[in-house]
């Protein structure tokens, strides 16, 4: 096993051991305190805003890959070309406006809860995502898609066969980037009663506890890294197994 692996399992056993029994860890954050104020984030779980936490990310995450992926197939197909201009633009819209401007727009629509925040992470990861989808669409060679053709495939046939695995590593890296993005932009979704570890870090900021803030930063610092790196691994087997360029 090499030492980076080591390190990495061993990040994650501390993490799961910290999220199970935070109080174990009093003496760790205790010097972080305001005076005479608790260590330890107590008023909700951490493993249930953990969750709540991942679950909305994955969501967001999930949607924006459906439709932005849906929009890169569309305008990579001889009929849907002319629609490229317009979908660029859709999903440049979550990168025109910050998500605490959606946030503000969204909130006097649809009130307070978790429906704000999930809609300015769903536009905040259309890009991404879009823009890796559309370039491994079109950057797999003439030759494989004429040797595709010449076996008899259909335009359908080609697109689940041939060009979505083809294109799957690169399309990969662009849900990594927004999924990486989305957890640590879900955090502001708990000014909007959004249950988020970004109450965590609000409840150390309001009451001056810097071991609050610490808390939440570094769970979703760790999960940030734990997803880049799952991401990461699954995109190089795929680019071994498929034969093509791994992605950045």
Do not use: C, D, K, W
Request: proline letters at 6%.
């Amino acid at each position: 096993m090499s030492v980076s692996f080591l390190l990495r399992l061993a990040l994650l056993v501390l993490l799961l051991t910290f999220l199970a029994n935070p109080q174990a860890f009093e003496p760790v954050f205790a010097p972080f305190a305001a005076n005479g104020a608790p260590a330890i984030y107590t008023q909700s779980s951490l493993v249930a805003l953990t969750l709540s936490h991942l679950a909305m990310v994955a969501a967001a995450t999930l949607a924006a890959t459906i439709v932005s992926v849906g929009f890169a197939i569309l305008v990579t197909r001889p009929s849907g070309r002319e629609f490229l201009p317009l979908s660029r633009s859709i999903a440049n819209i979550g990168q025109t406006f910050p998500p605490v401007a959606v946030l503000a727009l969204a909130v006097p629509v649809f009130g307070f809860g978790p429906i704000p925040t999930l809609i300015a992470l769903f536009l905040y990861g259309l890009l991404p995502v879009f823009e890796n989808a559309l370039t491994g669409l079109t950057s797999i060679p003439a030759s494989v898609q004429e040797a595709a053709r010449g076996v008899g495939m259909t335009g359908g046939q080609r697109l689940v066969g041939v060009e979505l695995p083809l294109a799957l590593p690169i399309i990969l890296a662009g849900i990594r980037l927004t999924a990486v993005i989305s957890l640590g932009t879900a955090t502001i979704g708990s000014t909007v009663a959004a249950r988020t570890l970004g109450e965590v870090i609000i409840a150390g900021l309001t009451s001056n506890n810097t071991a609050f803030v610490l808390q939440g930063g570094l769970i979703v610092a760790m999960l940030a890294l734990f997803i880049h790196e799952g991401f990461a691994l699954l995109e190089t087997a795929l680019s071994r197994r498929t034969g093509g360029a791994q992605p950045a």
